[in-house]
Nanobody
């Protein structure tokens, strides 16, 4: 399984970015695809998750109302639309795949390389 994350960049507070994660190597039926982030000096934390088949979603409190996770079955890709960005959203964002639905980092065996999001105040 290979995951390629993209779409990060520098944006002003209040702005928007859309992250993409292109997946290859297998189909993701019965799997969960998620976004995590890691800020400098902090542990990796859960942002949002989506079950590939049911499209059931779960968001971290920090993401609720501002971020939206979605997927394109035909492209085997998952996205994270981020609106109303804040400086505290600055982090490297990772996409990941798990066979189990959940938000724990330990569940995820496949990770993308990360894409840096920097939000300026």
């Amino acid at each position: 399984v290979q995951l390629q994350a993209s779409g990060g960049g520098l944006v002003q507070a209040g702005g928007s970015l859309r992250l993409s994660c292109a997946a290859s190597g297998r189909t993701f039926s019965r799997h969960t695809m998620s976004w995590f982030r890691q800020a400098p000096g902090k542990e990796r934390e859960f942002v949002a998750t989506m079950h590939w088949d049911t499209v059931s979603t779960l968001y971290a409190d920090s993401a609720k109302g501002r971020f939206t996770i979605s997927r394109d079955r035909a492209k085997n890709a998952v996205y994270l639309q981020m609106n109303s960005l804040k400086p505290e959203d600055t982090a490297v964002y990772y996409c990941a795949v798990a066979a189990t639905y959940g938000s724990s980092v330990a569940l995820y065996g496949y990770w993308g390389q990360g894409t840096l999001v920097t939000v300026s105040s």
